[in-house]
Nanobody, 121 residues
Framework: QVQLVESGGGLVQAGGSLRLSCAAS????????MGWFRQAPGKPRQLVAA????????YYEDSVKGRFTISRDNAKPTVYLQMNSLKPEDTAVYYC??????????????WGQGTQVTVSS
């Protein structure tokens, strides 16, 4: 079992940048596919980005392609989400998640507590 703790959220103006971090503990981090989800008020939770165990494969939701970058450091062990050119519609609670499944867009089993990202216009 893995425990996840996110950090790095906050308030930023449109066009700005933030980097979210998710520190893992409790199990072998490199055995997990990692994902970042977000949930805006009144909307379902949405997978924003995911990364394979080695970091060699990634997935991005269409609205963040070219603006967000997911990466991981298995030695730390931490997964990151670099968010550039932020828009007000990126405002949400962002969650880090982990799965030992086979695909990036499958079900995730372990979740962090979430970190708020607010983008002002």
């Amino acid at each position: 079992q893995v425990q996840l703790v996110e950090s790095g959220g906050g308030l930023v103006q449109a066009g700005g940048s933030l980097r979210l971090s998710c520190a893992a503990s409790g199990d072998t981090f490199s055995s997990y596919i990692m994902g970042w989800f977000r949930q805006a008020p009144g909307k379902p939770r949405q997978l924003v980005a995911a990364i394979s165990r080695s970091g060699g494969r990634t997935y991005y939701e269409d609205s963040v392609k070219g603006r967000f970058t997911i990466s991981r450091d298995n030695a730390k062990p931490t997964v990151y989400l670099q968010m550039n050119s932020l828009k007000p519609e990126d405002t949400a609670v962002y969650y880090c998640a982990a799965t030992q499944g086979l695909v990036l867009r499958g079900a995730y089993d372990y979740w962090g507590q979430g970190t708020q990202v607010t983008v002002s216009s």
